[in-house]
């Protein structure tokens, strides 16, 4: 197991206090590897909480330039990076608030070939894409090899997250087994996806530390308008084509 040097001891002093975190679950942040599927909206801050908590490895996959459209909701990608790669940008702030943290930038489509290289060696995925079909790809990918991957998603004002942990619960086949077309544009606050992706990078650091109780086959759905938060009760498809054969 990795050892703390004294620098990380003192930065990572406080989340150490935490019931059950002490130096063994810092370890343990600090030997992960996840990979974040786009990094955007919900990438940032997903990616700078990762960071930020001392997450060893983050790969981080998005084959988009920051746009001035992206600017409302997409914080790790400031005015000074337009035109740049996205995945170049976030990796100069993850490396400018984290020097300890391995970042692995990668400018790539995910499709059925590259997915194979993308999910093969990292512990969760963390879903920070805009697009149903990808994260259908993604969620095959994750349960043929039995990664976690953390389900979110954002529309306007309302969130959406689940952790999907194959043999252990619904995968994303089974909560949506229809395909359905996603648009190109939809409203977004730029907060959506900051409690989102902060939900959604509790949930990483639970999986990887053993602490606490990960949201499997359960949405938790967060309503901004009416500032509620919700949990709806989500069930395995025995006939997912999916994850069907998969769980024990
Ligand atoms: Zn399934």
């Not at 997450?55 to 337009?82: C, E, K, M, P, Y």
């Not at 990808?134 to 039995?146: A, D, P």
């Not at 990078?201 to 309503?223: N, P």
């Amino acid at each position: 197991m990795v050892e703390l040097t004294e620098q990380e001891r003192i930065r990572y002093d406080r989340q150490m206090l935490l019931r059950g975190w002490g130096e063994e679950a810092q370890r343990k942040v600090k030997a992960a590897r996840v990979a974040l599927a786009g990094v955007g909206g919900l990438g940032s801050p997903v990616a700078l909480y990762l960071a930020a908590a001392g997450v060893g490895f983050i790969r981080i996959i998005d084959h988009d330039i920051v746009n001035l459209s992206n600017l409302n909701r997409q914080i790790a990608h400031w005015g000074t990076d337009l035109g740049r790669p996205k995945v170049e940008s976030a990796a100069m702030k993850l490396t400018q608030l984290n020097s300890e943290v391995k970042i692995d930038a990668v400018n790539e489509v995910i499709t059925p070939d590259t997915a194979k290289d993308l999910f093969r060696d990292v512990d969760v995925v963390l879903d920070c894409l805009d697009s149903l079909g990808t994260r259908m790809l993604v969620n095959s990918e994750c349960v043929r090899r039995r990664i976690p991957f953390i389900y979110t998603a954002v529309y306007g004002m309302e969130g959406y997250m689940t952790s999907i942990v194959p043999g252990k619960g619904p995968c994303l086949r089974c909560i949506y087994p229809h395909d359905s077309a996603s648009s190109d544009k939809f409203p977004v606050l730029g907060t959506t996806p900051g409690v989102m992706g902060c939900l959604e990078a509790t949930e990483a650091l639970k999986y990887v530390t053993g602490i606490g109780t990960l949201a499997i086959g359960r949405m938790v759905v967060y309503d901004g308008e009416r500032m509620q938060f919700d949990s709806v009760t989500l069930k395995r498809s025995p006939a997912c084509r999916a994850c069907r054969g998969s769980v024990e």
